[in-house]
Nanobody, 127 residues
Framework: QVQLVESGGGLVQAGGSLRLSCAAS????????MGWFRQAPGMEREFVAA????????YYADSARGRFTISRDNAKNTVSLQMNSLKPEDTAVYYC????????????????????WGQGTQVTVSP
């Protein structure tokens, strides 16, 4: 089983930035599609951004496009989410997820297509 550990969350004022990182175990990280999702209290889990494996492509939710950037470093088994111009509505627990089967871009936005999840890291944006 792939182990995923998120880090980098915290408290930031609106307009500020945070960079989330996800460290993955395993020897085949480079073959996994990776994604970031978030979930606020009482809300459903929401897609934020994804990055595919071969070739590397990125995909963003409308709410993230232009503000967030997803990237991966296969040599370090990490995926990152740079978040700029943060808004209070970005407040949520952010989860890193790995997709070991499938490669289509559209499927990258579906939580059910991911079979490994991290524990999450809290992001709080104050007004």
């Amino acid at each position: 089983q792939v182990q995923l550990v998120e880090s980098g969350g915290g408290l930031v004022q609106a307009g500020g930035s945070l960079r989330l990182s996800c460290a993955a175990s395993g020897r085949t990280f480079s073959s996994y599609g990776m994604g970031w999702f978030r979930q606020a209290p009482g809300m459903e889990r929401e897609f934020v951004a994804a990055i595919t494996a071969r070739p590397t492509r990125t995909y963003y939710a409308d709410s993230a496009r232009g503000r967030f950037t997803i990237s991966r470093d296969n040599a370090k088994n990490t995926v990152s989410l740079q978040m700029n111009s943060l808004k209070p509505e970005d407040t949520a627990v952010y989860y890193c997820a790995a997709r070991t089967v499938g490669s289509n871009v559209v499927g990258s936005a579906l939580p059910g297509n991911y079979d490994n999840w991290g524990q999450g890291t809290q992001v709080t944006v104050s007004p």
